[in-house]
């Protein structure tokens, strides 16, 4: 499928509906853009939250840690 696509002056562009349906695009769908020797390659992607842990939260996670292997009785991995 071939589709002319106009950008925007703030350099959006908008995927005509039918290649969203055969690409299975909804609303809020991530895309990822690619240049390639031959022009631009638009790829459905996934985009998943990732959560940064600051020292504090490495802290909590190591005493949750600590305190199931002693409810467990097994020995810490060094």
Request: no cysteine; hydrophobic share 40%; charged share 30%.
């Amino acid at each position: 499928m071939t589709a002319t696509i106009q950008i925007n002056k703030r350099g959006s562009l908008t995927l005509p509906k039918a290649l969203r349906r055969r690409l299975g695009l909804e609303q809020g769908g991530v895309v990822m853009a690619e240049a390639t020797d031959g022009g631009i390659l638009l790829r459905p992607a996934v985009a998943y939250p990732i959560e940064i842990y600051s020292d504090e939260r490495v802290g909590a996670f190591d005493a949750a840690e600590a305190e199931l292997k002693k409810r467990l009785g097994r020995k810490a991995r060094p």
